[in-house]
């Protein structure tokens, strides 16, 4: 089944304690990217990016790393989470800028 | 800054009547999604306008774009409970992926 996997789906962490959300995407898309939704903000990019080794930010960058070393996989790494990354974060990809993005299925993240 | 504005924010639809949501965009863009979200769900893509004058329909819903009065209006013909969701125009520009979205329309049809 053509898909956008991401993983956790849930997760609680401390303020400070590295994690790395994983997504992967098995239809052999060029174009990955990673948003976080807020209540009353919508969604926003985060980074993305358009083909192996090229990444770019998006509006809300800071505090977050991306990389993109394989075709398939785009992992969103937080170095030092904070509160405020207290979100539910979506990966998706698309084949081409003139296509749809498929969504992957979210992850909620809680940082205390 | 491109920034994207939906409106209204939230309807309240009643079954079986017509309704047209509206998107509104500040800069010259080269494409204009339509993506919709159930609640606690993840985004579907709905459709993908490139030009002026692109119009696309997909059973109950039908999309069109106008570039000059960077205006996509999402029309729903004779609502169903089923229509109920959020959704969100996207808009991007260029050869890159960079993308922005309005902060979502909720819709709930009553009977």
């Known amino acids: 089944e053509a898909q956008v996997t991401q993983n956790p789906r849930y997760l609680i962490t401390v303020t400070g304690k590295k994690l790395t959300v994983t997504c992967s995407q098995n239809m052999n898309h060029e174009y990955m990217s990673w948003y976080r939704q807020d209540p009353g903000l919508g969604l926003r990019q985060i980074y993305y990016s358009m083909n192996v080794e090229v990444t770019d930010k998006g509006d809300v960058p800071e505090g977050y790393k991306v990389s993109r070393k394989e075709k398939r996989n785009f992992p969103l790494i937080l170095e030092s989470p904070s509160p405020n990354q207290t979100s539910l974060y979506f990966c998706?990809?698309?084949?081409?800028?003139?296509?749809?993005?498929?969504f992957g299925s979210g992850t909620r993240l809680t940082v205390v | 800054e491109l920034k994207v504005e939906q409106n209204p924010l939230f309807l309240s639809m009643q079954e079986g009547k017509n309704y047209t949501i509206y998107c509104n965009y500040s800069t010259t863009s080269d494409r204009l999604y339509w993506y919709r979200q159930d609640p606690g769900k993840s985004l579907e893509s709905l459709f993908v306008?490139?030009?002026?004058?692109a119009v696309k329909q997909e059973g109950r819903l039908m999309a069109s774009l106008d570039t000059k009065a960077r205006l996509s209006t999402l029309h729903i013909t004779a609502a169903v409970h089923d229509l109920s969701a959020t959704y969100f125009c996207?808009?991007?520009?260029?050869?890159?992926?960079?993308?922005?979205f309005g902060k979502g329309i909720t819709l709930s049809v009553r009977p």
């Open positions: 996207a808009v991007s520009t260029g050869a890159n992926s960079k993308l922005t």
């Open positions: 998706a990809s698309s084949l081409q800028l003139n296509y749809g993005y498929t």
């Open positions: 306008l490139l030009s002026n004058g």
